[in-house]
């Protein structure tokens, strides 16, 4: 009995420990029922503000919500790129300065920062070393960089390309009297070739080379700029000289004001053997009757070099892919401030490239392609006779797709083929970027 009963006296004990343990908590909740139930009238009176002042609090975070997912799924945080272009005086840096504005409108790019550089080689080398993520360079340069050979031997480049631009034009000119109609005409003349080094002499050997020709064949070789080349032909010591730039060359049209001279042709088989060998190089035509292009009785058929922008293969194909398009609705828009690039046409933008384009830039082109070929599924829907044409390129793949929709603007006109390297095109540039130069752009020799 006396065991009964002390088992329950402990018993009792236990409980009123546990019940004073779990007291804090009791008391906790009855006081906040309390303080609920004693603002409640409060709440109620306000219940109309708070409830915007709710809702204005998740919209806000929905947004800041969704901007964060936006950003998660572009694939990261926004980049920094550093713009290598070439010399103040010259076409790169204007088209930078005219970009930097475009990019830096992209959620994914934080900042670009223009810098003066070498031009192509320094650029290249720059992308390699993680010093520029964006640059302008010529097609020949980047060509041997990705095949790692000449000055790049043994030590090739991981480049992509965002776009081609506009082409450096070779131009050969020759005084009247000199009788010089071809290219194998300047056999046992006096030449000037441009300065040692420069984009114009690499040309100009490459030329030579395609006529079976070295300057071991040549009366005089004169290794001068487009403006000691003007003088000397002028004053009668040379014969004729190249030049490559874009058109006009204020140069040649300073010379043509003193100077009866013909342009010589880089055609036939000097053409053919030039771009078999060297595939960077395309054909030109300089234009007839075209006052702001010399204003030529006939046409002459050359080739060019063009320049393209490039950027790193690791570069992110969500960067690559906006750089790409925000540069072609720049160039399709009336905001086009740089003269090389208001007669550039946009839809060559990705064609005959000899640096592979970033898989980012690709995806961006392919959807301009499928928007082609979707508008003329419609035009052809509408022809009515043409509606199963229509039907069957629907269904094709979107690359089969663009080349049975080929429109005028696939292949640019060579009339619109032309380059920053005029007057007009620096004031331009001073007008719409403040990293505009001095010099005329069209009197600086390409820089490799």
């Known amino acids: 009995m006396m065991l009964r009963t002390g088992m329950l006296v402990a018993a009792l004990g236990l409980s009123g420990a546990l019940l004073v343990g779990c007291g804090d908590d009791s008391d906790d909740q ?16 306000s219940s109309g503000s708070s409830t915007q002042d709710t809702a204005s609090s998740d919209t806000a975070g929905s947004a800041d919500n969704a901007d964060s997912q936006d950003t998660a799924a572009a694939g990261g945080e926004p980049v920094n790129l550093i713009f290598g272009t ?41 992308i390699n070393d ?9 097609s020949d340069v980047a060509y041997d960089a990705v095949k790692g050979q000449n000055q790049f031997e043994g ?94 060359n204020s140069s040649i049209t300073g010379l043509m004001q003193s100077t009866d001279v013909t342009f010589v042709p880089v055609s036939g088989d000097v053409a053919s053997t030039l771009l078999e060998k060297y595939p960077y190089y395309e054909n030109y035509e300089i ?14 058929d050359t080739v060019a070099i063009r320049n393209i922008m490039i ?22 828009s009336d905001s086009v401030s740089v003269g090389a690039l208001k007669q550039f046409d946009p839809s060559t933008m990705d064609k005959n490239l000899v640096v592979p384009v970033h898989p ?34 629907a269904s094709m793949p979107a690359n ?25 095109d620096n004031i331009d540039a001073a007008e719409g970027s403040e990293t505009s130069g001095d010099d005329n752009a069209q009197d600086k020799e390409p820089q490799s």
Do not use: C, W
């Open 86 to 126: 070439g010399g103040t005086g010259g076409s790169y840096y204007p088209i930078g300065g005219a970009l930097k504005s475009v990019f830096e409108k992209s959620d994914l790019v934080d900042g670009v920062q223009v810098v003066s550089t070498g031009a192509s080689v320094q650029n290249i080398n720059n």
């Open 130 to 138: 993680g010093l520029n993520q964006v640059a302008i360079v010529m």
């Open 360 to 393: 980012g830039a690709e995806a961006f082109y392919e959807t301009l392609s499928s928007s082609e070929g979707a508008a003329t599924d419609g035009d052809a829907a509408s022809a009515g006779d043409d509606s199963d044409l229509s039907e069957e390129t």
């Open 155 to 248: 030590q090739p480049a991981d480049i992509e390309t965002i776009a081609g631009l506009y082409p450096n034009v070779v131009q050969v000119v020759a005084t009247a009297d000199s009788d010089v109609h071809s290219i194998a005409d300047l056999k046992g003349k006096r030449v000037g070739v441009g300065k040692v080094g420069s984009g114009v002499e690499q040309s100009a050997a490459k030329v030579l080379e395609s006529a079976g020709l070295s300057y071991d064949d040549l009366a005089q070789v004169s290794h001068t700029g487009y403006a000691d080349s003007v003088t000397e032909m002028s004053n009668g010591n040379l014969d004729a000289a190249f030049f490559t730039s874009g058109v006009p």
């Open 30 to 45: 009855a006081k906040s029922e309390s303080q609920e139930s004693s603002s409640s009238q409060q709440e109620t009176q």
């Open 311 to 332: 950027v790193p293969s690791s570069m992110r194909d969500d960067v690559a892919e906006d750089l790409a398009k925000r540069f072609h609705d720049y160039l399709e």
């Open 287 to 300: 234009p007839a009757g075209a006052p702001e292009r010399y204003n030529l009785g006939d046409a002459v």
């Open 400 to 424: 089969e797709k663009a080349s049975t929709t080929t429109s005028d603007g696939a292949e640019a006109e060579p009339s619109k083929q032309t380059s920053a390297e005029t007057p007009e």
